[in-house]
């Protein structure tokens, strides 16, 4: 059996930097079509400039490949809508990380105040750049997403024309929340859809198997799986493909952040298939995205075939998701 | 500031065998007038002679400190009446394991049916044994202890005159279970009235307090601090100090267990003192140990001293709970 799928996006992807980004890039650029780039960097990615000029090395490291880098700024509170409205043509979203919340994240936003940042989120409603959210807390950590499900309504409410994603979601309240209005959407993980608290701590501890937002119970697990395998339009693919080195993960304070990217589409093929829902998955992992970021992509088929794996123990030193484990689709 | 404790014991301890057990014993020796040891070994504790021969070495261990090892055999479906009748002179206490839960637990009951184990309870209950139990079901692993509440209630009725401590609880719902039932007692360790499960996958993620029952929310450690610096006298100490070697903790899988006897009471005095409870101390380490399982303990005096202390880093090898960090108290 094969899957031709047309021009996959993975919508949330971290692609490092320096000699990580031209080890893991190749990963992303093979299996898809472009990505949604995260700018956590250090420093982050906040000006026109280091923006274009990361793209330059991103697009170096793809080689040859078919793939489009849609990069992302980091929000920042002293934006103003004349930079934005400068900045347009090259960014894809503006990504917005309250201040300490996960990697990298020292640089974000510490209150979000709504009234202080109206400027930015009426001018982006304007420009039309949709508005990308980290939305935890900085509450007890399994509270943390349902917690930030306030602030998520008090944008939803202010900006209605504000196209807000909600990255990488992990709970059913935020399942009901895309119900709730018309301009929220999210990104689903990979991890997000197979895997509990309990794979990360509930036998041995699993690093490879720590993010943030740290994986939930089996009910939000299900909550999200059904509106992935259905392809509601509200939500997209989106990897949060996270490389740490090894040792970075298995040591005395391990960083958050999964390495899915060379696995992702081989293992959402199993999962669709598991549900009989297959022929959802290119809305889940290109037409949705393209819909709500309203955006062509390059031309580019990538074909997966039911042809057992054994996902190998690393890449370029980075191990990932799933390792050693066997999955039933491969790319061709 | 000084403060001398009579006999402290610690009601809940991992002394490991052969080398480790050599090289750890002394921190728990030094410390403490005695501890109930517990059998999961491999193989585990389930005969008169292993448990003998496993106290000698302990004793061996420990040198020339005063220090008695209670000793405890590990719950076997196949145990009768006779065996427990003949093992009463040398056991402390039977614990039981569910299959599977926790380190060394795969002998333990896979099927905790209370009228295929009545005749092994209520031998017990004549001998008056107590019945240690590490309460957990294989469920979600925020949810295992609350479930288990039910074996607890139905164990705890069906065998009024059976002594049951619930090991290590970490839930409001657990201490509430105490106030239920006459024959329910608990231990409770220093980590889990002092850590949530923010403290280990909250920031970075920190295998050195991973453990079983997982450390859980606020809400939880409150409850357990008040009924533990509140001197309940269904509550005492017990560390659960379960020591791995750095190669099982800073891993891919790390092992469940946190090292904490070297400083349990100085952690323990500072936080009674945060709490104006330091004259409780006494009673929590070793008062209510004694009047729950009815023993007498040797006489030795452990002094405390308001004395700053920075953890050691390790302890022969062993990193234990805090590494690094100041405690206000030491042991003089």
Redesign the interface.
């Known amino acids: 059996m094969r899957l031709t799928l047309n021009s996959p996006l993975d919508m949330h992807l971290h692609l490092r930097d320096g000699k990580m980004l031209s080890d893991i890039a190749k990963y992303s650029a093979k299996n898809f079509a472009g990505a949604l780039i995260m700018p956590n960097l250090t420093p982050p990615i906040t000006t026109i400039k280091t923006l274009k000029e990361y793209k330059e090395r991103i697009l170096k490291a793809c080689g040859e490949e078919i793939f489009t880098p849609y990069m992302s700024l980091f929000f920042q509170e002293s934006y103003t809508p004349e930079f934005l409205k400068e900045a347009k043509p090259f960014v894809s979203a503006v990504k917005l990380y309250p201040s300490g919340v996960t990697t990298n994240s020292e640089c974000g936003v510490s209150d979000i105040d709504i009234k202080k940042l109206s400027h930015i989120f009426e001018a982006m409603s304007e420009l039309d750049i949709p508005l990308c959210v980290h939305g935890e807390t900085d509450g007890?950590?399994?509270d943390r997403e349902r917690e930030f499900g306030a602030i998520y309504e008090n944008i939803a409410n202010a900006f209605p024309k504000l196209t807000i994603i909600m990255e990488h979601i992990t709970t059913k309240e935020s399942v009901s929340l895309l119900r709730k209005y018309d301009n929220l959407y999210a990104t689903i993980t990979l991890h997000h859809l197979l895997i509990?608290?309990?794979d990360?701590?509930?036998?041995?501890?699993?690093?490879?198997l720590?993010c943030k937002p740290?994986a939930k119970?089996?009910e939000d697990k299900e909550a999200l799986v059904q509106i992935a395998i259905n392809a509601d339009k509200k939500v997209m693919f989106g990897s949060d493909s996270a490389p740490h080195p090894v040792s970075k993960k298995?040591?005395?304070?391990?960083?958050?952040g999964i390495f899915s990217a060379p696995i992702a589409l081989s293992a959402l093929a199993e999962l669709f298939e598991q549900h009989d829902k297959l022929t959802n998955l290119q809305a889940f992992v290109s037409d949705n995205a393209r819909n709500i970021y309203n955006i062509t992509t390059p031309n580019k088929e990538v074909i997966l075939q039911k042809k057992e794996q054994t996902i190998s123990k690393e890449f370029d030193g980075i191990?990932p998701m799933f390792a050693g484990k066997k999955l039933s689709w491969s790319i061709e």
Do not use: K
């Not at 990360?200 to 490879?208: D, K, M, W």
């Not at 298995?250 to 958050?256: D, H």
């Open positions: 007890f950590v399994m509990t608290l309990d990360v701590a509930g036998g041995l501890l699993n690093p490879h720590f740290i119970t089996y298995e040591c005395c304070g391990c960083a958050a191990i």
